[in-house]
């Protein structure tokens, strides 16, 4: 089981899950992210992610993983496409929910995400964060 959480794939399986149950969400996260620079952020040098926020991105990632897993299989096992639309941007607005309700900001999570996608290294470190917390949450 925990080894689904050790792909760099699983981790942008995120950012696309949300993507893909509501552009409009997506949208709104990423003008968001535009609109507030994360702390400590230059231009397009990003300050160090800690390890703290490391590890709330992990318990943030794996509710929201949770919910796209929930979702995934109420929206496949529908066939009505506006039952499927409404499954789809309930699924977007639980996924937000989860980010929000852990200790990290939507901000921060689809920061630190984009940052794992384009960072081998700091990948490397949220899939230890994944693997150390998947344990914990289950």
Not at 99 to 115: D, F, G, H, M, R
């Amino acid at each position: 089981m925990i080894a689904r959480y050790t792909s760099v794939a699983s981790l942008t399986a995120a950012v696309f899950s949300l993507m893909i149950f509501s552009p409009a969400s997506a949208l709104e996260l990423a003008q968001a992210q535009e609109a507030q620079p994360t702390e400590g952020q230059t231009g397009t040098q990003a300050a160090p992610i800690s390890d703290e926020k490391l590890e709330a991105f992990a318990v943030a990632y794996l509710q929201v993983d949770k919910v796209r897993q929930e979702y995934s299989t109420k929206i496949g096992a529908t066939s009505d496409a506006a039952a499927k639309e409404k499954l789809q941007t309930e699924a977007s607005q639980q996924m937000v929910k989860a980010v929000e309700a852990s200790p990290i900001s939507v901000q921060e999570y689809t920061t630190i995400l984009t940052a794992a996608q384009n960072d081998p290294a700091l990948a490397k470190k949220v899939q230890e964060k994944l693997q150390n917390s998947a344990p914990a949450q289950q």
